[in-house]
């Protein structure tokens, strides 16, 4: 069933990207991730130009990230104030991403930086990552004892000047530092169409020294805003979102993730993230091929 997306300027089988979508719920109800850095590079495979890839994806992340932050609030577990720093960030992230995003387009070389940065961010989430899990594996074999995690936030943070109480979480450190990281994560949702989640939450552990009880429900909270704020931005000012596009890929994520979640409950977590990991390294890889890999025609005409 072919459909023609308007922003792209190409028909594809909609039943693929709607496969695709699910493939990256399914996924990201089991991992526990965003599934924002996974879109992007596989609509880029199919055929879909980077540009519109990471504006579409952005606004898939948006609606997936509803279901997840209204459940974590029930929970208790969003620290609203936190939450609100991190956002404020992130929305002045999301304006400087698309003024570089639209000097990079207006020079040519945002689908190269787009590849380049996937090749670097995934590379290297994805090393340690596997350094993780890999422990985490011989931890449960019994191979290795568990070294207990010191909850404190990093000498960096401390050295930072107008300190505030951010009492859900448990910590007085100064607002700059979720203001800074905030702000990156927006960036990189602009240019890659990216929650951040999977760098937001490292970030909020161990570099503020968060509690774990209150870090995944505020990372949604935090993706949750800025994706919607980056999404607009795009819509505004470089119009890559594909709408059409972005409906399909929602239509199966949302189905996926249900089905991820209720699979990731019989494996167990240490696997799952080691499972995560090489397919990171996998897609890392690819778009690394892509990159260097010289086609056998330099530069083709097709007649349509």
């Known amino acids: 069933m072919d459909l023609y997306l308007p922003i792209a300027n190409l028909s594809v089988n909609a ?9 990256v719920g399914l996924l990201s109800g ?35 990230s509803v279901s997840g932050v209204f459940a974590h609030f029930r929970r208790g577990g969003v620290d609203m ?15 400087a991403g698309a003024g570089l995003f639209t000097i990079l387009q207006e020079t040519g070389q945002i689908d190269t930086v787009i590849g380049i940065l996937y090749v670097l961010m995934l590379g290297s989430i994805g090393g340690l990552m596997l350094h993780e899990s890999v422990g985490a594996v011989r931890v449960a074999r019994g191979a290795r004892v568990a070294k207990p995690r010191k909850r404190r936030h990093h000498p960096l943070v401390a050295m930072l000047p107008l300190r505030w109480r951010f009492y859900r979480s448990g910590l007085y450190i100064s607002p700059l530092a979720p203001l800074l990281l905030g702000f990156f994560t927006g960036v990189l949702t602009v240019l890659l169409g990216v929650g951040g989640g999977f760098i937001l939450v490292p970030a909020m552990l161990y570099l503020l020294g968060m509690g774990t009880q209150v870090v995944v429900g505020t990372s949604l909270f935090q993706i949750l805003f800025v994706t919607a704020a980056a999404t607009l931005v795009h819509a505004t000012t470089t119009k890559a979102v594909d709408i059409v596009l972005a409906a399909l890929l929602l239509l199966g994520s949302v189905t996926g993730a249900q089905l991820g979640a209720r ?42």
């Open 81 to 95: 104030h936190m939450g609100a720093v991190l956002v404020v960030g992130g929305v002045l992230g999301s304006i």
């Open 15 to 23: 039943l693929v990207i709607v496969a695709l979508g699910f493939g």
């Open 30 to 64: 089991m991992f526990g991730v965003g599934g924002g850095f996974l879109t992007t590079p596989l609509l880029i495979f199919y055929g879909i130009p980077p540009t519109v890839a990471a504006a579409s994806a952005a606004s898939q992340v948006t609606g997936a």
């Open 263 to 304: 699979f990731a409950q019989k494996v167990r977590p240490e696997y799952l993230r080691l499972a995560l990991a090489v397919m990171v390294l996998l897609v890392a890889s690819r778009m690394f091929l892509g990159l260097v890999w010289r086609p056998d025609e330099i530069y083709s005409v097709e007649l349509s």
